[in-house]
């Protein structure tokens, strides 16, 4: 017994400094925003893939071909890494890299419902709020998750709630098209970043709102908007997708 | 997880199982349940269901959607579908609350021994029936006089209007829009022939200059504003000229800002087409064959208005406006040579002496350079009343006119209208009535004896309003209102609660003659009528009843759009059906099957134009517009030793006119108007620091201000907001008009300014 | 090191074989969905398959990993 825990201790004390390094290599581009090529999604993305494919080799083998052939000890070490260590390495890669990546404009433009609210916004000459903080720089990177920011690691439950019913309606064909945003957007979204601005506070009805502001009972686009090209506009733009502009209303 | 060390096995399998059964069945369940709040994001505020409505404010005429629950309105927000796309200013947003004010009227009330009392609708309707028959009989019908608004719904406006001409027989039927679009009004049938834009908002989306004249855009009609801003933001090369004597928030968005001294517009306008014709940037075409010249009654030559023009060199007009000719001869150019020009302007133009004039030279800019009829090129007045246009320039709700544009000066247009409200002939009467500041002065003389004031507030909205509070004090006057008190109650024998917004139905005209529906969605609090149930009432109590056949909302309207096809507002083919259904309709629309007309006067585009060229002006007889040689005059109320500044009037983004409404509203009520605005050299001059309580004085009158020291004015005049009733800057206002519109000169009078002694 | 009573010998149960082999089966499918979706990248369907199918499975694989390990370890008296 003792014999063989030996020699599969030392392979598994390899293995978990091999991830704890990757994980802190991964710890550590996250809080460094880095302009590297690699970014820590793609990090996240080769790790989740490389666990993947171990995990389902080693059970694969492990359960169908050398089942029986392997002392009942090892078959447990074995699966330890490969039911647990290898899925919960797949699942926390996995993760991150779907809160990270969905972060990202390129995946909310992978999907073609999408198409009129990113094309609007890459749009240089469209007046909607998300187009002008685009072409001006406003937000330096994943434009569309600086204003929806339930849907990130840190964000609300609702957030991913919301996430999974768009996906069910968008698998099943059940959403309405053109879309429409149902209940109040958070106000915080937009104060978090114009709150405190000079431009901001010189405004008197701002500071009159504010209290309706921050219980979102009023919307700051309602006077500020639209923040995308309104339903029958995105649903031209739907109709002739090889238009990119959204063009005023006849 | 807790075990029984006994059955380990068995107590594992069972609790694992419950665990996964029960998560999978609330995971499946939860969108059935019909927990949607579980389900789907919800708003902060439950809302029943929602409505497609007009916001009650300004003449921009936003779509909103309007939330009810429980016979309550709970919130409202933008309707993306109508021409606003979604967007609300403040005050839009504030409609929420207004229905709910503590200020509303809710009852009748009577005075009896100097004071309000509470009395029944009877008693109330028995008393006004009374003094209005005494005063008809006794008097004759000139005796009494409706004063109505751009805010009473065209329905209520159109029962008034026929009642007292038709009806009663008198023409002494007056709206507050006199103060507030007569001068367009007048501007436009100077020009065309007929009132009424020839251009749309839409023209907005194509203009590339926008020649922004007389008005406050951002803060006064911020919806129209954001759409500015957006033809900007997506076109960068857009210009946008800002003429106005204060660098008001749109001066500051301005490429170029004229702040001319108040009342020189002439001189300006004059300057620019001179400009025009010094190098050329004149449409041949137009001159020739689609326009004419003339000085008053005499017609005249291009040559000869070319003549009077050369007066007029940037370089003069400079010195009256007191700006560089740099400064005119860049607005002249950027004007004439932009693909397409959009004029906007509101009360900076029309307040004034010389304010028929002003229009119709902003008309005649783009009559000369060709800034006519394409997409973007119009000259187009912002209106400032939710009906303003429909309600009373559309229905003739004023003094001198008739519906569609009729004259009563005019016996052909008298005959029309009795043929077709089926009076006898001669049963209007051939003098025109008083207009608003000659009726408050008949009020005062005596000549008139009874008035009915009906949505609006003249006891705080007239020019040198202490000399006309005296009239109001002695006439019988009946103010129906939402709101009680105001400063017009204070001289009311009759104040009648009235309905407001969504608590009942009728249609606006805003100010792209577009019409639209307000739907009714609550009922009325305590004992609230519609002002439309009131004068069918009043009708019934002067014998009129047979008259004012039609009395709900939807049958004055037929009858109303009916009598339209009669003229060339045609709107016939906008029905009550559309009006439900649509985001409003634009007229002339004569038939069903017709989308509504964007621009005016373009044969193929507009229904009414018959002809085949370019443009067919056919409100003038000779199918051209009219350009008219007019003369920078001197100022009637002139600078004196005793009054060095030149107070200007205007308003702020948050509050809507005397703050009736908008006074209670919760989100609104907190930001105060009371305040003069003050150059630093002007405040150092009279020492007066900011904030410092200050006397602001004219030969009319004083009111009290706080001081607000800000390059904002230019030296030598001062500013301050029509809003406060705590603090009536019409005390101090001239009472001096247009000579044509009869629209009083809110925007120049000459004061002095003193700081308060303690 | 050696703890346990060398004496007393333990059957594994058939219950935590079943649920190690459905932890397997399980992980699997779950990996299996989950590279899909890392492999293919963000679509609707590759993030519906990776998310909403595999991670489920992978979670599932673990407790029902974690569930055989106690349940065995109780069996033993260790726990």
Redesign the interface.
Known sequence: ??HH?RSYGRPLSLLVAFLAGIWLTGTTAWAYEAHDAVSDVDVF?GL??A???A??LL??F??YVYRKRIRHGTYHRL?LV???L???T??W???T??ME??KMV??CA??HVMDPFVNDMKNQ???TLAA?HYRNNWIAKDQCYACHVTYGVTGTL?GK??G??H?LH??TDTYPDPIQY???YSNSNCLSCHRGTNKWERV??HQ??LG?LS?????C???H??PHP???ERAAAAANRTALVVK??E | MSHKPDAPNGLTRRELGRLLGVSAGLACLAPLTGCNSLWERQSVIPVDGWHKGVCRFCGTGCGVMIGVTNNKVVDVKGDDEAHNRGRLCIKGLATRDILYSEDRALYPMIRKDGELQRASWDEAMTLIAQRFRESIETHGPASVAFYGSGQLYTQESYTANKLFKAGIGTNNVESNARMCMASATTGYTATFGKDEPPGCYEDMDYADCFFITGSNTLECHPILWERVRDRKRSHPGTKIIVVDPRKTFTARHADLHLPIHPGTDVSLYNAMIYVFLQHNFIDRDMVENYLTFKDGEESRTFEEFKRHIAKYTPEAAAKTCGITPRDIREAAFLFATSKATMSLWTMGLNQQVQATHSNRLVSAMHLLTGHFGRPGATPFSISGQPNACGGVRDVGTLSHALPNGRLIANPKHREEMEDLWKVPRGRISPKPGYHTVQLFEALGRGDVKCCLVMCTNPGQTLPNVTAYRQGMEKAFLVVVDAFYPTETTKFADVVLPAALWVEKEGVTGNGDRRYHLYPKLVSPPGEVKSDLAILVELADRLGHGDLISARTPKDVWDEWRKISSHSAYNFEGITYERLQKERGLQWPCPTESHPGTKRRYLPGQDPMATGSGRFDFYGKHDRRATIWLDRQEEPVDPYADEFPLILNTGRILEHWHTMTITGSAPTLKGIQPDYLEIHPYDAYQAEVKDGDPVIVKSRRGEVELRARITEIVRPGMVFATMHSCRHLINQVTHDVYDPFSKEPAFKRCVVAVRRKSA | METENPKVVYRTSVWVTIQLSLAVNCAIAGMACVLFFLWKGFGAWTIGVGTFVGMPLLMLAVLLYLGAVVTDLKTRGAL
């Open positions: 017994m003792m825990d993305r989740g893939i666990a993947s494919v995990g389902i059970l694969i492990v359960q699966l490969g039911v647990f290898l899925p919960v797949a699942t890669s996995t993760t890299t779907v990546g969905t390129q995946a992978s999907c000459s469209s007046p002008r609702a709630r919301d999974f019913r996906w968008y698998v149902v209940g109040s008197k009805s009159a709102l309706e219980a979102d009972r009023i919307a686009i309602t006077c908007g639209p309104l339903p029958d005023p209303r």
